[in-house]
C-alpha cells in the first residue's frame, strides 16, 4: 500500500491520494495555523474506524441475508487533555440501521467487527476504550 500527501498551500492544506487515485484534502484548524480546507488528522482516523467496521457489519448482514434499508454510523470520541500527542482514551459507535433486521444477527456482526476483523479497531484499542450501541428502526 502507498499513500502520497501533497501540499496544497503555505500553511498545512494537504492532499492525500490513496492507492486508487482517490483523494482526501488534510488541514489543520484557524487554531492551529490551518485554513481549515481539510479533515483533521484525528477525525480521519475515526472515519477509518467507522469505514473498516461498517465494511465488516454490512458484510457479515449481507452473509446472514438481512435487509438493511439504511445504513449510518455515528462516532464520538474523547481524548487525553493537556498532552502531547493526544491520544483517544474513548471511543464510542453508534450504528443506526432500518430494515428487516434480527437483533442478535446486527449484534454478532458488530461483535465480530470489532473484536476480530477491523484492523482500525485493533490499532485505535491499545490506548482507547472502544464501546458501540446501535438501533434497529428507531428502537
Known amino acids: 500500500m502507498e499513500i502520497k500527501l ?8 494537504l492532499e492525500a491520494t490513496g492507492t486508487n487515485g482517490r483523494t482526501v484534502s488534510i488541514d489543520a ?12 488528522p484525528m477525525q480521519m482516523m475515526l472515519m477509518g474506524l467507522g469505514g473498516c467496521s461498517s465494511i ?6 449481507k452473509k446472514q441475508r438481512q435487509e438493511v434499508d439504511n ?7 474523547e481524548r487525553e487533555k493537556d498532552k502531547i500527542p493526544s491520544l ?14 434480527e437483533k442478535e444477527k446486527l449484534e454478532h456482526a458488530i ?7 477491523c484492523s482500525v479497531a485493533k490499532i485505535l484499542e491499545k490506548t482507547a476504550s472502544i464501546s458501540y450501541s446501535y438501533t434497529i428502526n428507531g428502537k
Open 111 to 117: 461483535n465480530l467487527s470489532i473484536e476480530k476483523y
Open 6 to 13: 501533497k501540499r496544497i498551500n503555505q500553511n498545512y492544506n
Open 71 to 77: 445504513y449510518d454510523v455515528v462516532i464520538t470520541a
Open 29 to 40: 484548524g484557524p487554531q492551529d495555523g490551518g485554513d481549515d480546507l481539510g479533515v483533521r
Open 56 to 61: 465488516d457489519v454490512i458484510s457479515i448482514l
Open 88 to 101: 483517544f482514551t474513548h471511543i464510542h459507535i453508534k450504528f443506526i440501521l432500518t430494515g428487516k433486521i
